[in-house]
């Protein structure tokens, strides 16, 4: 499967943006979907997953109750609505296929991962 990441940009403490990974190959629904992120300097941390179903979903605590991950299986596409954003949310955002289908937090379990798009909070 390959995934497109979009919907990064510049945005002000506590502002929101939405971002949106499309995928295309293979069925979407097999996959479970996730986001991960990388601030400049640090490793890559875990952000959000869902279920391949779109039932169940998980988030890292430092994003729970500011960001939800949702998806469309009939659009192929996994979103992530970021809400009061932090100067601390600055990062590259990536999503991710895993092909158990059940969310996980660990990158490893991840087959497959799109290319990134920037996200810079501004304080």
């Known amino acids: 499967v390959q995934l497109q990441a979009s919907g990064g940009g510049l945005v002000q403490a506590g502002g929101s943006l939405r971002l949106s990974c499309a995928a295309s190959g293979r069925t979407f629904s097999r996959y479970a979907m996730g986001w991960f992120r990388q601030a400049p300097g640090k490793e890559r941390e875990f952000v959000a997953a869902?279920?391949?179903?779109?039932?169940?979903?998980y988030y890292a605590s430092s994003v729970k109750g500011r960001f939800t991950i949702s998806r469309d299986n009939a659009k192929n596409t996994v979103y992530l609505q970021m809400n009061s954003l932090k100067a601390e949310d600055t990062a590259v955002y990536y999503c991710?296929?895993?092909?158990?289908?059940?969310?996980?937090?660990?990158?490893?379990?991840?087959?497959?991962w799109g290319q990134g798009t920037e996200v810079t909070v501004s304080s």
């Open positions: 991710a296929a895993d092909d158990s289908g059940l969310i996980s937090e660990r990158d490893i379990n991840y087959d497959y």
């Open positions: 869902i279920h391949r179903s779109g039932l169940n979903t």
